[in-house]
């Protein structure tokens, strides 16, 4: 076996100049980042309505969402590999180009066949924050690396707040398919932008692709997602054939992954106590975010007899709203909480902000009003949460493993997401689908999850501010990155 890289990664030079107009480049790559989280989140709040206008049922209905999320945490790995090598450019600008495909497909062609294959399309989306990110660290003065990854990683949360009301409204008035041509018109003037103001990136390639590595863990984890999307509508001993092929595709991975001087993703580097630190807390966030907004659409469309408050999609658009608002004022006073303190910390804190919204929902779900203020609980705790991330990550990847490092964060999130949007509906129809116990055993067992993260999370971080240097000097990080300099 080849010798491992050091755990602790050296501050390299960027490999290409710094971008001539880098307020303009960062505004390309924030503005592909909602468009595309906003594009992804279009299908959620209209699957009764699809359900009812194909004639099919809501679980068929659900592959709208479901396929998106399957395609995305197949493509994220690779997607985020391109985005360390020359080829980020034409990844961006690729990936942009088939969510515009997808939407005008879904928007267009009047078949429930299109409708999937155009959301299967449009989930490539989920893979490019990290792709963006990637480019970011590349291309950017030191001084903006910092703020343009706080700002691309919340844009997840903003997307999805601004596009929740957009569905509602337009499907409302002009029909469910009217959503898609929202992805149409935003993704294609952006892969116009991308292609014009992106540069090239001169990095040198680092090996081959390791396609086979690739193919291993897009597989596996394509299988797993499945498994966890429809545990309670297939057979069990296909639930477990795929478990069985899964979990072996993702361990043949594994073992290519530590033998490889340039695998897809470098396992020594995301096991550091603080990465995988960050990479349990991703998993839970996106169970605790998946389930609550998953289930508050639940209950705010459902019949008032069956405990919900028969809202229209509208409304429930609307209740999302607060999410997006308070997600974008945490990304501000996140700047100023990492200061010299331990990121690691501010996002222990920040899981515990995500239980707090589950035992509010939990505790009172009532009226629209009271699902909102939880929204915004939720909202500004994932926005800090998505900001402080990065950090805890890059602190600890030299920047050719920007991508590779972050991805493998973002398909833990959505994988975390799956668990949490199916785990939800699973727990309250076991208990009792569409009652005050179902719903509040849900909220209950999530809030218990994100408690149990946090306190894990907030242990690592004690433990590495316990750490001391070693004797001599010592050799920092960059203040953009070790989280010295002021904003």
């Not at 942009?96 to 155009?118: E, Q, R």
């Not at 003065?141 to 009301?165: I, Q």
């Not at 203020?373 to 990847?397: D, E, I, N, S």
């Amino acid at each position: 076996m080849p010798a491992s890289r050091t755990s602790q990664p050296s501050v390299q030079a960027k490999a290409t100049a710094t971008h001539a107009r880098p307020l303009l480049l960062l505004s390309v790559l924030v503005g592909a980042g909602l468009v595309v989280s906003l594009v992804s989140t279009l299908g959620q709040p209209i699957i009764p309505a699809i359900a009812e206008d194909n004639d099919i049922s809501a679980g068929a209905a659900q592959w709208t969402f479901t396929i998106s999320m399957l395609t995305g945490v197949m493509a994220t790995p690779a997607l985020g590999r391109l985005g360390d090598t020359a080829r980020a450019k034409a990844a961006l600008l690729c990936s942009v180009g088939l969510v515009a495909v997808g939407a005008l497909l879904a928007a267009s062609v009047p078949s429930f066949t299109a409708l999937l294959v155009g959301r299967a399309l449009q989930g490539v989306s989920l893979g490019i924050i990290p792709l963006t990110m990637a480019i970011a660290r590349q291309q950017l003065p030191d001084r903006l690396v910092r703020p343009a990854v706080a700002v691309l990683s919340v844009t997840v949360v903003t997307g999805a707040g601004l596009g929740f009301p957009l569905t509602g409204i337009i499907a409302d008035h002009h029909g469910y398919r009217a959503t898609f041509w929202i992805g149409v018109a935003l993704a294609a003037p952006t892969a116009v932008a991308v292609a014009v103001v992106v540069p090239r990136s001169r990095r040198q390639a680092r090996g081959s692709f390791a396609l086979l590595e690739s193919i291993l863990l897009a597989g596996g984890l394509g299988l797993v997602l499945l498994v966890i999307s429809q545990a309670t509508a297939w057979h069990w001993a296909v639930l477990t054939g795929c478990v069985v092929t899964g979990t072996a595709l993702v361990g043949g991975w594994a073992l290519i992954a530590v033998r490889s001087p340039n695998p897809l993703v470098d396992l020594r580097l995301s096991t550091t106590r603080p990465v995988l630190a960050a990479n349990v807390a991703a998993f839970f966030l996106g169970v605790g975010m998946y389930l609550a907004t998953s289930l508050a659409i639940h209950v705010a469309q459902a019949p008032t007899g069956q405990a919900g408050l028969a809202a229209t999609v509208t409304a429930t658009g609307f209740l999302i709203l607060p999410l997006s608002v308070a997600s974008l004022l945490a990304n501000q006073f996140t700047r100023t909480l990492l200061g010299p303190r331990s990121p690691v910390l501010g996002l222990a804190a920040a899981i515990a902000g995500v239980g707090l919204c589950e035992i509010l929902l939990a505790v009172n779900r009532g009226s629209l009003i009271a699902i909102a203020v939880a929204m915004a609980v939720l909202g500004a705790a994932l926005g800090t949460a998505f900001a402080l991330m990065p950090f805890v990550v890059l602190q600890h990847v030299p920047t050719e493993e920007t991508g590779g490092a972050m991805s493998l964060n973002l398909v833990l999130r959505h994988l975390g997401g799956a668990v949490g949007s199916a785990g939800g509906i699973g727990i309250a129809t076991a208990v009792g689908l569409d009652t005050p116990a179902g719903y509040t055993t849900a909220f209950a067992v999530a809030a218990g999850l994100c408690l149990v993260a946090a306190g894990y999370v907030a242990l690592t971080g004690h433990l590495e501010r316990r750490r001391r240097p070693p004797a001599g000097p010592v050799r920092r990080l960059p203040a953009h990155l070790d989280g010295t300099q002021p904003m």
